[in-house]
């Protein structure tokens, strides 16, 4: 199986920043895609930030300027930098990663637990 692990989340003032990270652990052959989503209170999930095995990155018009994503390959782990917040970030914020497990000839898709980030005006 594959474990995702999210840290990072809190409340911040806005204008303020957070840094999340999401680590992969588990039966993992390699890993592809990784990104983060985010579902605030009452609306439906939403893409933030992707960035595949190669380094490019895409990110939502929402965050393009502010949000920084970045992996660290030999960790299994995903950042994802967040400056100038705002009070509409506000959200469950999950990391989701494209894995290939060892003996498996698919990739797979897994979703962290999520992790709450909170911008107070």
């Known amino acids: 199986q594959v474990q995702l692990v999210e840290s990072g989340g809190g409340l911040v003032q806005a204008g303020g920043s957070l840094r999340l990270s999401c680590a992969a652990s588990?039966?993992?052959?390699?890993?592809?895609?990784m990104g983060w989503y985010r579902q605030a209170s009452g609306k439906q999930r939403e893409f933030v930030a992707s960035?595949?095995?190669?380094?490019?990155?895409n990110y939502a018009d929402s965050v393009k300027g502010r949000f920084t994503i970045s992996r660290a390959n030999a960790k299994n782990t995903i950042y994802l930098q967040m400056n100038s917040l705002k009070p509409e970030d506000t959200a469950v914020y999950y990391c989701?990663?494209?894995?290939?497990?060892?003996?498996?000839?698919?990739?797979?898709?897994?979703w962290g637990q999520g992790t709450q980030v909170t911008v107070s005006s």
């Open positions: 588990g039966s993992i052959f390699s890993i592809n895609d």
């Open positions: 989701k990663v494209r894995v290939q497990r060892f003996g498996d000839l698919y990739e797979h898709h897994y």
């Open positions: 960035i595949t095995s190669g380094g490019s990155t």
